[in-house]
């Protein structure tokens, strides 16, 4: 039997509750220092520019998940690193992850007026003051990763920067919102779905895991496993997304639904319907567990995440 299987299947009902609750409770606690930390690093600027930073920090401090943050605090906990000194790598994410929604709601992308539950960043301000908007908080993730603040060694620095930077460039994260917007996207088959995917939203996911094993100095067999774990989780995530996208309402998602079928996406629920997309969950979450054998007890938190990403509701 699986690690995964193992995990779910023989916990007592009352112990897989605690272990439900426990996750809740520490994303939530991990989601709230992250906040106040997005909060200090972006204060409110008098003057003209001022605009931009206010329609940033509502870009930012509009409530969300913060998974991401989450993974890479939770990740680098594995490897012995305190959250203090993982959370400005996570805060540069979520500015990073941030920025992608602002954009991607602007009419010439998905055009969304509702984002985690609030009128979205052009609809508040203007188009432009959005597209700033995006482009300050994609810049200031730099900022925050260059400084010494976030870690003492330039090496490490560097490689984060790196990482950030390839996961959210045209090899990453931009490179599958280009994808997404093909003209061609409605042919695309399961393997191009999925490596669409992997791109648009599996990158950042990955680095936010890989940014936890990046300053816990993970060792290559380490590093390895949190690469596999992260690219099923990724996935996971985005098969759970296109199922709440049918399955979902506005009002529980914060967003519209049912968006995926009116722009005419390619989608996992469009390829293996929603049976077939909800056992494909099963089956990447089962296998990013499993990618976790090689650790003890401590990697219960990134374990516990998969059950969540896979049953959330928003
Ligand atoms: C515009 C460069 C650029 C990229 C946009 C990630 C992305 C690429 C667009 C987001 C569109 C979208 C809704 C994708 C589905 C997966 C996804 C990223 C959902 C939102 O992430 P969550 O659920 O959101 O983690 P919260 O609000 O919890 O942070």
Redesign the pocket.
């Known amino acids: 039997m699986s690690a995964a299987k193992h995990q779910r299947v023989e916990l007592p009902a009352d112990s897989r509750e605690k272990s439900d609750a426990a996750i809740v409770e520490r994303l939530q606690k991990c989601a709230d220092r992250t906040s106040a930390l997005l909060k200090e690093l972006l204060p409110p600027v008098a003057g003209p520019e001022g605009r931009v930073v206010e329609a940033m920090r509502h870009g930012c401090l509009n409530?969300?998940?913060?998974?991401r943050p989450f993974l890479a605090v939770a990740t680098g906990e594995l490897f012995g690193v305190p959250q203090s000194e993982t959370l400005r790598t996570a805060a540069a994410i979520e500015m990073v992850?941030s920025y992608?929604?602002v954009?991607?709601d602007l009419p010439a992308?998905?055009d969304a007026d509702l984002r985690?539950g609030e009128p979205t960043v052009h609809v508040v301000y203007d188009d432009a003051t959005a597209i700033l908007a995006g482009d300050g908080l994609l810049t200031e993730a730099f900022t925050v990763l260059a400084s010494p603040e976030t870690h003492p060694d330039s090496d490490v620095r560097v490689a984060l920067i790196a990482g950030l930077a390839q996961a959210s460039g045209a090899q990453g994260?931009?490179g599958?919102?280009m994808i997404d917007m093909s003209p061609d996207r409605e042919e695309f088959d399961l393997d191009g779905i999925t490596r669409l995917q992997a791109l648009?939203?599996g990158a950042l996911i990955k680095f936010s895991c890989q940014a936890g094993a990046i300053l816990g100095r993970a060792n290559r067999e380490q590093y390895s496993r949190i690469d596999a774990y992260a690219d099923d989780l990724g996935l996971a995530f985005?098969v759970v997304?296109d199922l709440l996208d049918v399955e979902g309402t506005t009002e529980a998602l914060g967003k519209p639904a049912q968006q995926d079928a009116q722009a005419q996406k390619a989608t996992f629920v469009g390829q293996l319907g929603v049976a077939g997309a909800r056992q494909k969950a099963a089956h990447l979450a089962e296998s990013a567990i499993a990618q976790l054998d090689v650790f003890g007890g401590e990697a219960d938190p990134l374990r516990q995440v998969v059950h969540f990403v896979i049953e959330r509701r928003s």
């Open positions: 409530g969300g998940k913060r998974l992850h992608s929604l954009h991607d992308m998905d985690r994260m931009v599958g919102q648009k939203t985005q997304d």
